[in-house]
């Protein structure tokens, strides 16, 4: 399943119909935010091809310089814009990006309003595997600055991968990597266990400081430095 494009303000009907059976997510967005849209994009991608971890969801796309009316109902003033649709009604509405927010209320919306068809909430399945969440704080300590992505930093695998890795060599940052495609348990028990559900993943002293869009705006404001320690 993909995400839908809105084409047109009078075709909002037809999707909100939907929600009467699924959670909707409308991600408004522009030309001017594309960038910044994109790991949106990404994410909701993957929320809708893993219906084993989020249930039943779609997701559909409204460009606010072409669907003016549609913005105007929903009062959106700024691109990125995710609302969460339930039953035809506003349930959340998460401005900018917050990728850990996000997918917990698309979670918090399917459990709410469609419990038959809901999966476990985040995190469930985890407490019951000690030994995996075992595994993961191992990793996520192994080091002050640690990243799991795709490759490692010698070769790093993914567009996302590979800024990421600039960045750090150019601030001449200390930190590990752990190649998420080399172990699909890991890869796949992180995003449930931080709620996380991209790459990479950026951790400070076992914190989650989030993916390569945090830290690209964490340098631009000139605080990347002192959040991962480097002098």
């Given at each position: 399943m993909s995400i839908a494009t809105l084409n047109n303000d009078s075709e909002l009907n037809k999707y909100l119909e939907k929600s009467k059976e699924n959670v909707l997510i409308?991600?408004?967005?522009?030309?001017?935010?594309?960038?910044?849209?994109?790991?949106?994009?990404?994410?909701?991608?993957?929320?809708?091809?893993?219906?084993?971890?989020?249930?039943?969801?779609?997701?559909?796309?409204?460009?606010?310089?072409?669907?003016?009316?549609?913005?105007?109902?929903?009062?959106?003033?700024?691109?990125?814009?995710?609302?969460?649709?339930?039953?035809?009604?506003?349930?959340?509405?998460?401005?900018?990006?917050?990728?850990?927010?996000?997918?917990?209320?698309?979670?918090?919306?399917?459990?709410?309003?469609?419990?038959?068809?809901?999966?476990?909430?985040?995190?469930?399945?985890?407490?019951?595997?000690?030994?995996?969440?075992?595994?993961?704080?191992?990793?996520?300590?192994?080091?002050?600055?640690?990243?799991?992505?795709?490759?490692?930093?010698?070769?790093?695998?993914?567009k996302f991968s590979r800024e990421l890795v600039s960045i750090f060599e150019e601030m001449k940052v200390e930190y590990e990597t752990f190649d998420i495609l080399e172990d699909e348990e890991v890869r796949q028990g992180l995003k449930a266990y931080k709620n996380w559900p991209t790459y990479p993943q950026v951790y400070v002293n076992s914190n989650l400081i989030g993916g390569i869009d945090i830290i690209k705006e964490l340098k631009e404001i000139g605080e990347l430095k002192s959040t991962l320690g480097v002098e």
């Open positions: 409308i991600h408004f967005t522009a030309s001017f935010g594309e960038q910044r849209s994109s790991q949106i994009n990404d994410v909701l991608d993957e929320v809708l091809n893993n219906k084993s971890a989020f249930g039943p969801v779609e997701a559909l796309l409204v460009d606010v310089e072409k669907c003016k009316e549609v913005s105007i109902k929903y009062n959106v003033t700024s691109v990125p814009t995710c609302i969460i649709v339930a039953k035809e009604k506003e349930y959340e509405r998460i401005e900018g990006i917050n990728i850990a927010l996000l997918t917990r209320k698309i979670k918090e919306a399917v459990f709410k309003n469609f419990p038959v068809n809901a999966p476990a909430l985040p995190g469930a399945e985890l407490e019951k595997e000690g030994s995996l969440e075992d595994k993961l704080n191992k990793l996520i300590g192994k080091a002050p600055v640690m990243v799991f992505m795709k490759g490692n930093r010698d070769g790093p695998r993914c």
